[in-house]
């Protein structure tokens, strides 16, 4: 089931990258406002859109929905941590500062010796 629904989710995006990238721009007749004509449609909205823009639709959607079921149907399996195995450390990893520590206090230094 989850191969079937990665498969889907792949599709489905390169479904929607196929349909964004076939679209007409909405900003295309911005270059008649720049004086070449007069067009006042550019900024109005249709309140029925063509077939890309409801299959844009459809598509962005499914890939929402479809995601989000990938995401609940992973996380159900993952409950358990890579760290739940291991041991808890009981003392700083790195203990060449106590070890610094510990010998400068049992060896006597250079200048106490040249006297």
Do not use: R
């Not at 007749?29 to 844009?56: H, L, P």
């Amino acid at each position: 089931m989850l191969t079937g629904l990665i498969i889907l989710h792949v599709v489905i995006c390169i479904l929607l990258t196929v349909v964004v990238l076939l679209q007409f721009g909405k900003g295309a007749e911005a270059g008649a406002m720049m004086g070449s004509g007069g067009s006042q449609a550019v900024f109005t909205t249709s309140s029925k859109g063509n077939f890309f823009t409801k299959m844009t639709t459809f598509l962005a959607v499914a890939f929402m929905v479809n995601s989000i079921v990938l995401t609940t149907i992973t996380s159900k399996d993952a409950k358990k941590s890579i760290f739940d195995d291991e041991t808890p450390v009981a003392q700083p990893l790195n203990n060449d500062a106590m070890n610094v520590e510990a010998s400068s206090e049992t060896e006597p230094t250079p200048a106490a010796d040249a006297q």
